[in-house]
């Protein structure tokens, strides 16, 4: 048996000093002001994907994971949607996340309800186990955004935000002399936090050499989690931590369809006192669709002294898809900690099959359209035009389509000058009255 064993001995040996290797290739990135935020787990990220994504989601924001990174996404998903996410972080502790979105026309909205929480054990001078319960933090989020100017040509411009409350409890703890637990002792260290995000998402096409509806260069912005966080209940309430307030810019290009690529830039914010922010972070991560059932993830994160190594993947079966991710996490120290983290995600068809009708429609009868303008039934082509606007219109849609304008602009002016001619060549027919002399 020590026989078979020696080989993983070996690769475990090998694998903890090339993690204190790259320790000390970030050694000098280590923030001294990591840590001095409340409510650290809104930097934990819920689900799969953008953390396989190296948290680079600012920008991409094309799935339910927006409400953490971006609050201006719920407005232009292609469908509703429903998840539900476990992350299993450093030790015991865990994050469960439950989360629902929907859209009309360009208003999107949604709620997330998510929990952070790690055993708390208490032990005595002795060692004896006096108190047993949990950590934790749960918060719960309400989510608007509207995407301004949408059209056919401009996919117009998404903004939103969300309003999330958050409390940390802090179990009661016990006596150092009698080892009974003191009523109310954890209250006057729990907290009460209230904050709001922002941002703004806008889509465009640039060199883009492959045919879909959606454009393939995205660009975002977004301010998270500024507020305040009170404690001291139960005594005098006063201010808590700052919360941990950050401000992302991110990109996500699709370089061809199958191959996606994202970036994010992320300045910690410390509101009470703006010279202990913490240093920027930057994530990078890459998307390649093995089919249109399965998608490979992989992304780098460096904040700090924390390079993070993730991988993931997700296989989407009868609009319901499942991800997992593996984290590597040096976290400044030779000893890397791994976490795992999963997502189970429903699309919801409802409003996203009453716009995929509407959309049938309009391509339909704006082809037509063109038909009959090819063929001189001008007055015919407009009618199929008005039908086109009509249904892009419709409040499930809202975007102004701008190809069937111009068709029926064009045929307008078309009527209007072949107008002009017929009333000319009357003119022109019409007898003169003679003169009598």
Same mark, same amino acid.
Request: glycine residues 10%; aromatic residues 10%.
């Given at each position: 048996?020590?026989?078979?064993?020696?080989?993983?001995?070996?690769?475990?040996?090998?694998?903890?000093?090339?993690?204190?290797?790259?320790?000390?290739?970030?050694?000098?990135?280590?923030?001294?002001?990591?840590?001095?935020?409340?409510?650290?787990?809104?930097?934990?990220?819920?689900?799969?994907?953008?953390?396989?994504?190296?948290?680079?989601?600012?920008?991409?924001?094309?799935?339910?994971?927006?409400?953490?990174?971006?609050?201006?996404?719920?407005?232009?998903?292609?469908?509703?949607?429903?998840?539900?996410?476990?992350?299993?972080?450093?030790?015991?502790?865990?994050?469960?996340?439950?989360?629902?979105?929907?859209?009309?026309?360009?208003?999107?909205?949604?709620?997330?309800?998510?929990?952070?929480?790690?055993?708390?054990?208490?032990?005595?001078?002795?060692?004896?186990?006096?108190?047993? +319960?949990?950590?934790?933090?749960?918060?719960?989020?309400? +989510?608007?955004?509207?995407?301004?100017?949408?059209?056919?040509?401009?996919?117009?411009?998404?903004?939103?935000?969300?309003?999330?409350?958050?409390?940390?409890?802090?179990?009661?703890?016990?006596?150092?002399?009698?080892?009974?637990?003191?009523?109310?002792?954890?209250?006057?260290?729990?907290?009460?936090?209230?904050?709001?995000?922002?941002?703004?998402?806008?889509?465009?096409?640039?060199?883009?050499?492959?045919?879909?509806?959606?454009?393939?260069?995205?660009?975002?912005?977004?301010?998270?989690?500024?507020?305040?966080?009170?404690?001291?209940?139960?005594?005098?309430?006063?201010?808590?931590?700052?919360?941990?307030?950050?401000?992302?810019?991110?990109?996500?290009?699709?370089?061809?369809?199958?191959?996606?690529?994202?970036?994010?830039?992320?300045?910690?914010?410390?509101?009470?006192?703006?010279?202990?922010?913490?240093?920027?972070?930057?994530?990078?991560?890459?998307?390649?669709?093995?089919?249109?059932?399965?998608?490979?993830?992989?992304?780098?994160?460096?904040?700090?002294?924390?390079?993070?190594?993730?991988?993931?993947?997700?296989?989407?079966?009868?609009?319901?898809?499942?991800?997992?991710?593996?984290?590597?996490?040096?976290?400044?120290?030779?000893?890397?900690?791994?976490?795992?983290?999963?997502?189970?995600?429903?699309?919801?068809?409802?409003?996203?099959?009453?716009?995929?009708?509407?959309?049938?429609?309009?391509?339909?009868?704006?082809?037509?359209?063109?038909?009959?303008?090819?063929?001189?039934?001008?007055?015919?082509?407009?009618?199929?035009?008005?039908?086109?606007?009509?249904?892009?219109?419709?409040?499930?849609?809202?975007?102004?389509?701008?190809?069937?304008?111009?068709?029926?602009?064009?045929?307008?002016?078309?009527?209007?000058?072949?107008?002009?001619?017929?009333?000319?060549?009357?003119?022109?027919?019409?007898?003169?009255?003679?003169?009598? +002399?």
């Amino acid at each position: 048996m020590l026989i078979f064993l020696i080989p993983f001995r070996a690769a475990a040996f090998e694998l903890t000093q090339a993690a204190a290797g790259m320790a000390e290739a970030f050694e000098g990135l280590v923030d001294d002001n990591e840590g001095l935020t409340s409510f650290r787990s809104f930097n934990i990220p819920s689900g799969a994907r953008v953390e396989s994504l190296g948290g680079a989601g600012t920008a991409l924001c094309d799935d339910i994971s927006f409400f953490d990174y971006n609050p201006a996404a719920s407005a232009i998903l292609e469908s509703s949607e429903a998840a539900v996410f476990h992350n299993a972080w450093i030790g015991d502790s865990a994050m469960e996340t439950i989360a629902a979105t929907g859209r009309r026309g360009q208003l999107g909205y949604g709620g997330q309800l998510r929990c952070f929480y790690v055993p708390f054990t208490e032990y005595n001078y002795f060692g004896d186990k006096v108190a047993g +319960n949990y950590y934790s933090e749960t918060a719960v989020t309400a +989510n608007m955004s509207y995407n301004f100017k949408a059209g056919y040509y401009f996919k117009g411009v998404a903004v939103g935000g969300n309003f999330r409350a958050a409390w940390r409890n802090v179990p009661d703890y016990t006596d150092n002399d009698t080892d009974k637990i003191i009523d109310g002792s954890g209250l006057s260290q729990s907290a009460l936090g209230l904050m709001v995000d922002g941002g703004v998402v806008v889509r465009f096409n640039v060199m883009k050499n492959f045919a879909s509806r959606e454009p393939n260069l995205r660009v975002g912005a977004a301010l998270n989690n500024v507020g305040v966080s009170l404690t001291g209940f139960g005594k005098s309430v006063g201010l808590d931590d700052p919360l941990p307030t950050r401000l992302s810019l991110g990109a996500a290009y699709r370089i061809i369809k199958p191959i996606l690529v994202t970036v994010d830039f992320k300045k910690p914010i410390n509101i009470q006192n703006i010279g202990s922010s913490e240093k920027f972070s930057a994530s990078l991560g890459g998307e390649f669709t093995v089919a249109s059932f399965c998608k490979i993830d992989a992304g780098l994160c460096i904040q700090g002294g924390s390079p993070r190594i993730s991988i993931g993947s997700s296989f989407e079966l009868k609009r319901v898809e499942v991800g997992i991710n593996y984290t590597f996490d040096l976290t400044s120290s030779a000893n890397p900690v791994n976490h795992i983290s999963c997502s189970v995600k429903a699309k919801l068809p409802g409003k996203a099959r009453i716009r995929g009708n509407l959309q049938k429609k309009i391509d339909e009868n704006y082809i037509q359209g063109l038909k009959l303008y090819a063929q001189g039934e001008y007055e015919e082509a407009i009618a199929h035009w008005d039908i086109a606007i009509e249904a892009a219109m419709d409040k499930q849609m809202s975007i102004t389509y701008e190809p069937a304008l111009e068709a029926k602009v064009a045929a307008r002016r078309f009527l209007e000058s072949k107008q002009r001619i017929t009333d000319m060549n009357k003119l022109n027919a019409t007898p003169r009255p003679t003169t009598k +002399n």
